[in-house]
Nanobody, 123 residues
Framework: QVQLVESGGGLVQPGGSLTLSCAVS????????MNWYRQAPGNQRDLVAS???????NYVDSVKGRFTISRDNAKNTGYLQMTSLNPEDTAVYYC?????????????????WGQGTQVTVSS
């Protein structure tokens, strides 16, 4: 069973920075992709950033130049560095990861979600 645990959310003033972490556990054989989504109250969950093979990255236009997604394959952990935060960035941030894991001798695919971490940008 694959589990994702996010951390690093909190309250920050406009213009401030936060770094979110997403630790993936559970006999991981390979981490293919990691994505960060966010969901503000009353809104749908939207993709913010993704990192895939060879560390190719993509960002939604509203965070380009302010957010940086990265991962440490040795630790099976992903990160979202957020700078120049503004109140429109306030949301619950969710980590999603996909790849392969071992269940006994079987190599299986997974796509799992974290529980979410609240980011509030307010003065």
């Amino acid at each position: 069973q694959v589990q994702l645990v996010e951390s690093g959310g909190g309250l920050v003033q406009p213009g401030g920075s936060l770094t979110l972490s997403c630790a993936v556990s559970g006999n991981i054989a390979r981490l293919d992709a990691m994505n960060w989504y966010r969901q503000a109250p009353g809104n749908q969950r939207d993709l913010v950033a993704s990192i895939r093979d060879r560390d190719s990255t993509n960002y939604v236009d509203s965070v380009k130049g302010r957010f940086t997604i990265s991962r440490d394959n040795a630790k099976n952990t992903g990160y979202l560095q957020m700078t120049s935060l503004n109140p429109e960035d306030t949301a619950v941030y969710y980590c999603n990861a996909a790849g392969k894991y071992w269940r006994g001798i079987s190599l299986l695919n997974f796509s799992s979600w974290g529980q979410g971490t609240q980011v509030t940008v307010s003065s």
